[in-house]
């Protein structure tokens, strides 16, 4: 053998023999077979390590705030609705209270192993991956379970390490979960377009009924125009809508959900007209009724405005629609020559309990989001004499003591004038109440202090910080200027036999 061979044949000095000995200059880069097969496998250990790890260490998160939101619904005091507070148009329903076509629909649209797959389809991942390779649209491979994991657990996941938790969440939801309460949260959750969060708002959005009581073709119709609900909403769409109808009821064919005679006899329902959802909740007088629900449950400490809007409640009111409508109807019946300005206000107390019974803040909360009543002020006039008499009789004063009622009369240096003009002579405090007479009650009021009559409105319910609630001897003839509300929990007050309870419009949430 020549020097020349032996040194070609030198024995392998790596354990992994790369670069390979005893080849050429371009062979001996190229790695063998147990270098390949080596490195497949290593990358298939990898991946199902890092599976595992993922697996394991990736926990089942609490879900998104949206996927427990629910619209909360206010009711009048005979249990009818009044509106809602929403942040969206949602409200769930149990999978139990829907017809077996509504699941099936679904089922057969968008996942048909649903019932089989371990919550992933991995051929669906293949081909997305292959085509967002291919610069296609991007596509996610997602089943039904990987669908609801986006939407109830994670929001909007579009990114590829956001795609692999998703799958990787799909599988332990799907171990953890049966199928049918992942098809009860993906139904009350999906988005279905006119502004509709799951089935029972598109329901009533599309069809104007519950989800109970959607008709097969419905819900195909529904179900079919998941994936871009407001591209192919009938009524903006209806040849893409058509289209998407026919695929779900031949699908459904095909999974053995629908007879073919039973899906012959079916064409696509008729859709309500698109309108606004919610838009209008605040219209009108109830507007008020609901702002001022809001804000006393706001007020009280308890609830935060996002739990009005996404917790789902029922608050029940002491409003009465009856005297609400009875007030409608008073101020229809106001002169039509009225100032623009001149705002009515109005309201009724149960003085036993503080319910209050009726309130009319304005004639359109959306053209004027000011309330009269608990918002607007107007110096309270004679109304306060009320509470000069209440300091009188916590001094013993007697409604039947006399009092000087001519006019004008000059009472501490101030000089006073009775209304209408009229002297009444010598008249006792209930006579001075009838005929409100100016010139008696600023002599009751010298009598009893200023500051007594200022605190027995206090103590009635007028807060302390109304403005120009002062202790001046003409502050009996209603300089201070109180809201509407706070003068009806003062009367109130008088109508209980002196006991105040706080005026309030819910009842129970």
């Known amino acids: 053998m020549s020097k020349k061979s032996a040194r070609r044949r030198q024995k392998p000095n790596r354990w992994w023999n790369y670069p390979r000995p005893n080849l050429g200059p371009i062979h001996r880069w190229i790695p063998s077979w147990r270098i390949v097969l080596a490195g497949i496998l290593g990358l298939v250990l990898a991946g199902v390590v890092a599976f595992v790890t993922l697996y394991l260490t990736i926990s089942i998160p609490k879900p998104e705030a949206f996927a427990t939101a629910e619209r909360t619904t206010v009711y009048y005091a005979d249990k ?6 929403s942040e969206y148009n949602r409200t769930s329903v149990s999978l139990d209270t829907l017809p077996d076509h509504v699941a099936k629909a679904l089922v057969a649209s968008e996942d048909a192993t649903f019932y089989t797959n371990n919550g992933i389809d991995l051929r669906g991942i293949a081909r997305a991956l292959v085509n967002n390779v291919k610069g296609g649209s991007t596509q996610g491979g997602s089943t039904l379970t990987q669908q609801y994991v986006e939407n109830y657990y994670l929001g909007s996941t579009h990114s590829y ?31 279905f377009g006119r502004g509709a969060y799951g089935i029972e708002s598109a329901a009533q959005s599309y069809f104007g009924v519950h989800a ?62 698109s309108g ?29 405005e996002a739990e009005l809007d996404r917790g789902g409640l029922k608050i029940y009111t002491s409003f009465d629609p009856k005297l609400q409508q009875y007030a ?81 009369l000059t009472i501490g240096g101030i000089k006073v004038q009775n209304y209408d003009g009229v002297s009444r002579g010598s008249v006792n405090l209930l006579t001075a109440t009838q005929h409100s007479i100016n010139t008696a009650f600023v002599s009751l009021n010298e009598a009893v202090g200023p500051a007594n009559t200022k605190a027995a409105a206090i103590e009635a319910g007028i807060p302390a910080d109304t403005p120009g609630l002062d202790e001046s001897l003409t502050n009996v003839l209603g300089s201070a200027s109180p809201r509407g509300i706070d003068m009806a929990q003062a009367y109130s007050t008088f109508a209980n036999g002196g006991a105040t309870v706080p005026n309030h419009a819910v009842v129970k949430v």
């Open 80 to 85: 009818s609705e009044m509106g809602t507070f």
């Open 212 to 273: 109970s009581e959607l008709s097969t073709e419905q819900a195909a119709l529904l179900v079919g125009i998941i994936p871009a609900p407001s591209a192919w909403d009938p009524a903006v769409n209806p040849d893409r809508a058509q289209a998407r109808f026919n695929r779900v009821i031949s699908r459904m064919v095909k999974q053995g959900y629908l007879s073919q005679s039973d899906a012959d006899g079916m064409s696509m329902p008729s859709t309500i007209t």
């Open 328 to 408: 409608q109807e008073t101020v229809d019946n106001l002169p039509s020559s009225r100032p623009d300005n001149n705002y009515v206000g109005m309201m009724s107390v149960d003085p036993r309990n503080g319910e209050i019974l009726m309130m009319y803040g304005g004639a359109d909360y959306m053209t004027r989001q000011r309330n009269t009543m608990t918002q607007d002020r107007a110096q309270a006039g004679s109304t306060f004499k009320a509470f000069a008499l209440l300091a009188a009789m916590k001094q013993d004063i007697s409604l039947y003591s006399r009092w000087d009622g001519n006019t004008p």
């Open 276 to 304: 606004s959802t919610g838009n209008n909740q605040m219209s009108g007088t109830k507007g008020y009724l609901l702002a001022y629900v809001r804000q006393e449950l706001v007020d009280t400490g308890q609830f935060t």
């Open 161 to 191: 390490s956001g795609k692999i938790k998703e799958a990787i969440l799909a599988l332990k939801i799907d171990q953890s979960q049966s199928k049918d309460q992942i098809l009860e949260n993906y139904l009350n959750t999906i988005y």
